[in-house]
């Protein structure tokens, strides 16, 4: 079993923000592998569980039937998603979290649509994240982070995160979010060190680029 976590804020109203950039990512891994998500009041979040069939691009063997994947989408708020992803931690019996677990969320750091994979590290100012990492008393565990971008001069980061992506983003926003898929994709068939390889080079070869010439 693994279990990808996306992190974000609940409700309509937050749902085109860039804070939940990584909600939209397991929501895209969900369409794209015909699960569907049901609330799951135990985990405090919601749920989507079945099979992921991967093919041999993902960068390992493919599993016959399919790998065992839960996503979770805490309905927490974000500085609590940490309570979520204990309960399902717990309730799906992981014990290894290296192996097991891969936390999905947007960055300030990165450029728009930026790709970054890690084994492990520090929450890097992020409450989701250092809430996780808090109730779980580990920070060993992969995460994805999607670059969202900095704010404008003089905007506050806290209300930039909570702000919906511009037009001309959410026009690039689909083929991004197709790429931390396939990620997340590499990270379940072939480990967090090939993914990692495989995306964190191709990211760098050209910083900051979108399709249309964004930036």
């Excluded at 569907?36 to 063997?61: M, N």
């Excluded at 989408?73 to 204990?86: F, I, S």
């Excluded at 084994?119 to 060993?140: F, I, T």
């Amino acid at each position: 079993m693994k279990l990808v976590v996306g992190l974000g804020n609940p409700g309509p109203e937050y749902a085109p923000t860039r804070h939940n950039a990584g909600f939209r990512v397991v929501e895209r891994f969900a369409c794209r592998h015909g699960l569907q998500f049901a609330s799951h009041r135990a985990f405090r979040g919601r749920l989507a569980r079945g099979l992921a069939k991967l093919h041999a691009e993902c960068g390992g063997e493919p599993v016959e039937g399919g790998v065992e994947v839960a996503l979770l989408e805490p309905t927490t708020y974000m500085n609590l998603a940490g309570q979520a992803v204990l309960r399902a931690v717990r309730g799906l019996e992981l014990a290894d979290l290296p192996g097991q677990l891969l936390l999905v969320y947007d960055d300030l750091d990165l450029p728009f649509g930026r790709l970054r994979l890690r084994p492990r590290g520090s929450a890097g100012g992020h409450r989701g994240v250092a809430d996780v990492q808090a109730r779980l008393q580990s920070d060993a565990f992969p995460r994805l982070r999607f670059g969202i971008g900095r704010p404008p001069p003089g905007e506050d980061p806290v209300e930039y995160v909570l702000r919906p992506f511009i037009p001309a983003e959410e026009r690039e926003l689909g083929s991004y979010l197709d790429l931390a898929v396939d990620a997340v994709e590499s990270v379940l068939a072939a480990g967090i060190e090939i993914a990692m390889n495989r995306f964190n080079a191709a990211s760098a070869e050209d910083p900051g680029h979108s399709p249309s010439g964004l930036r």
